[in-house]
């Protein structure tokens, strides 16, 4: 019975869980932002050449399905919200740079965009950041994947 009450009692949210939430909820803000302006934007974006608004609604919509509930669970300390989080986080990676391959122009590896040392050190710096905070013993107490 002890053991029981025990398990119930939620132990304080770590600061960097919280300032991960926090990100992924602007994340999550700012792609409902893209799917509800591609919808308002709608004519205008199929008069570019570029990429049809259909594209830019749906992965608007898509990522804001996502992460919003995925702050929900960093926030309240969800047992799955560590394991979305990771998936969450290499398949925007691998959205962002397949997004910059197909619809970029021009885009090469060979050095000759400027930009390209920043995005791949920012995508590194980003998952160095979230390894640290959901490794840390008590982020890891806090989805009580340890316990004491």
Excluded at 42 to 65: C, E, M, Q, R, V
Excluded at 90 to 98: C, K, P, Q
Excluded at 116 to 141: H, Q, Y
């Amino acid at each position: 019975m002890y053991e029981a009450a025990k398990a119930s009692v939620k132990l304080p949210r770590p600061r960097g869980v919280t300032y991960l939430a926090i990100v992924v909820l602007i994340m999550a803000g700012i792609n409902l932002v893209r799917f509800i302006q591609a919808l308002r934007q709608w004519d205008f974006l199929a008069s570019l050449p570029t990429i049809h608004p259909l594209y830019t609604a749906l992965t608007g919509l898509f990522w804001s399905l996502l992460l919003f509930p995925l702050a929900f669970g960093l926030l309240r300390g969800l047992r799955w919200a560590p394991w979305l989080t990771w998936a969450a986080l290499f398949l925007y990676i691998v959205y962002f740079w397949l997004d910059r391959l197909l619809f970029v122009e021009p885009f090469s590896f060979d050095g000759s965009d400027p930009a390209l040392p920043f995005l791949v050190g920012a995508a590194l710096f980003g998952i160095l950041l979230v390894f640290l905070i959901l490794r840390r013993k008590s982020a890891r107490k806090f989805f009580g994947e340890i316990h004491e």
